[in-house]
């Protein structure tokens, strides 16, 4: 009798954990990243932005930026069958905003432009950088939204020499300036 009883016992407490232990989990939806901050074009295709950050990095001096914004350039079918990552990154700097507009064939701005492509074995980053072309700042003086346009001719960089033809480079975003 003591032998059914632990028998049933044993059988109840089964019984109980597979009907607590399963359930139906939501169906699962991928996220996407998106800031809903700015797009930009690359060569003929248009992008959304899916990071932008606008900081001071020189706490001496409150009018020093750097920028660096990230977009996907997937399709929405590539992100939602999860293939590798095939970013475009964009960062750039300046010492001080002291203009609005800066030609970057006539001055000396820090930046530099990639495409970073983890499903390409051969060439997984291509670097750019901007031959002709015009950024202009509307800075946010007393912290807050800041806008940037961009509107950039880029070559691709192999060691340091320009290769290929000009690509067409332009977008608008905002960075939030603590």
Known sequence: MTANRIHFSLLFVAFVGVLTGCYKAPEFINP???CECGTVTFGESLYTLKMAEAVVPDSLEPMSRSYHIVADLRTPDEVDAH???HDLTFHFSFPILDDLVYYVQQEDVQHLVQVINHGDDLF???NYKATDGSIVIN??????EETVEFNLSIRESVDSILV???IAFTGT??????
């Not at 800075?139 to 807050?144: L, R, S």
Request: proline residues 12%.
């Open 173 to 178: 975003f905002t960075g939030i300036i603590d």
């Open 83 to 85: 293939v590798a990552a």
């Open 32 to 34: 996407v990243y998106s």
């Open 164 to 166: 290929g033809l000009p």
């Open 124 to 126: 997984p980053i291509r």
């Open 139 to 144: 800075p946010a003086y007393n912290g807050g």
